[in-house]
């Protein structure tokens, strides 16, 4: 298992353009989180599902965002009509300890350039 | 989730312990203290967390002083690979009602800690 697989590593999109990136956790972790980063900030919270269910989501999951987790395995996070507010760096992470107590481990991230 | 104060930047000289500070001032008893540092075009890595005592393990050590308002995160010998962004969290650890709230971090700018030659 080398961790948390994320893919594409650079997507570079025209506005208006739909874009998918895939996450795939540590395999027997069941928690999984996307977080969102703008140059010279740090990570911000978008959502995160335990097994299949989609349990919280930000408010800066507009309704243009949709995340998935359909099988309780690898995660989809869509981005439709794509606006150039939304280029950032797109991360992941998962956990197994259902208390996240020990940290989670995050994937190399995403990076989307709306143009 | 408490709010963390953190300087913008450090420098550290290889070789030398890096002491990267951390002010939480309105931490709640239920609030532990969690330290990731995040390398250039990485993600966030998980260094080290604490309640109120001062926790050790193979990356740094976790100094929180008594009243808990501020913490000290120290890498003892640090190299050139330990610069990154080093950020403070303050978080509840466990379930919230229905699973939600807790399993979040709340990160905030970091402390971009350079080590030199």
């Known amino acids: 298992d080398t961790g948390v697989s994320q893919n594409p590593r650079h997507k570079i999109t025209k506005r208006g353009q739909n874009v998918t990136f895939r996450c795939d956790p540590i395999s027997e972790h069941n928690r999984l989180y996307w977080y969102r980063q703008t140059l010279g900030q740090g990570p911000e919270f978008l959502t995160y599902f335990q097994n299949e269910a989609q349990l919280e989501k930000s408010r800066l999951l507009s309704d243009r965002f949709s995340a998935e987790r359909p099988k309780g395995s690898f995660s989809t996070l869509e981005i439709q009509r794509t606006e150039q507010g939304d280029s950032a760096m797109y991360l992941c992470?998962?956990?197994?300890?259902?208390?996240?107590?020990?940290?989670?481990?995050f994937g190399s991230g995403t990076r989307l350039t709306v143009v | 989730d408490a709010k963390t104060t953190q300087p913008p930047s450090m420098d550290c000289a290889e070789g030398r312990a890096a002491n990267l500070p951390c002010n939480h001032s309105?931490?709640?008893?239920?609030?532990?203290v969690y330290w990731y540092r995040q390398i250039h075009s990485q993600g966030p890595q998980y260094i080290i967390h604490g309640l109120k005592n001062n926790e050790t393990n193979e990356m740094a050590s976790l100094i929180i002083t008594e009243d808990r308002k501020s913490s000290t995160l120290i890498l003892p010998h640090a190299t050139l690979r330990d610069t990154a962004v080093y950020y403070c969290?303050?978080?509840?650890?466990?379930?919230?009602?229905?699973?939600?709230?807790?399993?979040?971090?709340?990160f905030g700018q970091g402390t971009i800690l350079t080590v030199h030659p």
């Open positions: 992470a998962s956990s197994l300890d259902p208390y996240a107590n020990y940290g989670y481990t």
């Open positions: 969290i303050v978080r509840v650890a466990g379930l919230g009602a229905g699973g939600t709230s807790y399993g979040k971090l709340t």
């Open positions: 309105t931490i709640s008893g239920n609030e532990y």
